[in-house]
Nanobody, 125 residues
Framework: QLQLVQTGGGLVQPGGSLRLSCVVS????????VGWFRQAPGKEREGVSS????????DYADSVKGRFTISRDDARSTVFLQMNNLKLEDTAIYYC??????????????????WGQGTQVTVSS
């Protein structure tokens, strides 16, 4: 069974940066593709970014392209989401998720089997 534990998040001013981490345990991270999702109050869950096993391919939502970067360190069993130039509309609970389909690069939540606990990101002046 794969477990995902998220760290990072918090309160930041517009234009600031945060880095989210998703630490995986139970199974080797390199057997999994990973995605990041977010859900703002009153809104549906939105796919933010994804990365295949070994990091061959990445995807980004149009709303975060050029500002967010997904990366993975399989030796540390960790996937990162670096968020720069944060905007008010980035405020949400962020979730990491994993799929055993190694080549998956999807921003659809239903494609992922395992989920982290979520972490709050608040962008406010």
């Amino acid at each position: 069974q794969l477990q995902l534990v998220q760290t990072g998040g918090g309160l930041v001013q517009p234009g600031g940066s945060l880095r989210l981490s998703c630490v995986v345990s139970g199974l080797p991270l390199d057997d999994f593709a990973v995605g990041w999702f977010r859900q703002a109050p009153g809104k549906e869950r939105e796919g933010v970014s994804s990365i295949t096993s070994r990091g061959y391919l990445t995807d980004y939502a149009d709303s975060v392209k050029g500002r967010f970067t997904i990366s993975r360190d399989d030796a540390r069993s960790t996937v990162f989401l670096q968020m720069n130039n944060l905007k008010l509309e980035d405020t949400a609970i962020y979730y990491c998720a994993a799929s055993p389909v190694r080549t998956l690069h999807s921003l659809v939540g239903a494609d992922y089997r395992y989920w982290g606990q979520g972490t709050q990101v608040t962008v406010s002046s």
